[in-house]
């Protein structure tokens, strides 16, 4: 079953702004990760946060996690062309059962 | 590349061959998994190896079959498919259960 759930589905801004996607889930967690994926390639990790960890950095990235409200949201400063691509949060209720949301879509305009 | 390679890239078979995925991990993981990735869904759990032993079977369909001969190299044979196994194929990896995933660029099935 699906554990989390991006928002927005699709995201569409122009090079040099900020992106923000969020992710809700619903059981406790050990941890939280987020991934790009570039049109109907692979999954590249980006950032792996845990469920004691509150916010953490990672280039242009910035990942905060709420476990209270069981939501995460992963913040792209500066967005360039080539950020364009889905982005997935993916949680693990269970090591070794890494659940992936729908993901949301980001398009950077140059 | 990203350490691991999963090969062919493209496969297009009829519902009554029998095909193989292949999966090859470079980076000295413990854990290997197979994704299907299809339109318009979230990618899906199918099986779980940790040190060549299975340890997850998602209620994948029996004519989906994994194969972990040593902790490099995953296989997926494949048997009888439906048109609606037609999806992408990722394999990964992680050191462990609760670290980061590494994943391969992936394998595009179509059954005809």
């Known amino acids: 079953s699906q554990q989390g759930e991006e928002d927005p589905q699709a995201l569409s801004i122009q090079e040099g702004e900020n992106a923000t996607m969020n992710c809700s889930y619903k059981t406790s967690i050990n941890n939280l990760q987020w991934y790009r994926q570039n049109s109907g390639r692979g999954l590249v990790h980006l950032i792996l946060i845990r469920s004691n960890e509150r916010e953490k950095h990672s280039g242009r990235l910035r990942v905060t996690l709420d476990t209270s409200k069981k939501s995460s949201s992963l913040l792209i400063t500066a967005s360039r062309a080539a950020d364009t691509a889905s982005y997935f949060c993916a949680t693990d209720p269970s090591y070794g059962k890494l659940t992936f949301g729908q993901g949301t879509i980001l398009t950077v305009h140059p | 590349e990203t350490g691991v390679t999963q090969t062919p890239r493209h496969l297009v078979m009829g519902m009554t061959n029998k095909k193989s995925l292949k999966c090859e991990q470079h980076l000295g993981h413990n854990a290997m998994y197979w994704y299907k990735q299809s339109a318009k869904k979230p990618l899906e759990l199918m099986f779980v190896?940790?040190?060549?032993?299975?340890?997850e079977n998602n209620s994948v369909p029996s004519r989906f079959s994994p194969e972990c001969p040593n902790s490099s190299h995953l296989f997926l044979h494949l048997h009888t498919l439906q048109p609606e196994d037609s999806a992408l194929y990722l394999c990964a990896s992680s050191q462990g259960f609760g670290d980061g995933y590494t994943f391969g660029s992936g394998t595009r099935l179509t059954v005809v």
């Open positions: 190896y940790s040190l060549e032993e299975r340890v």
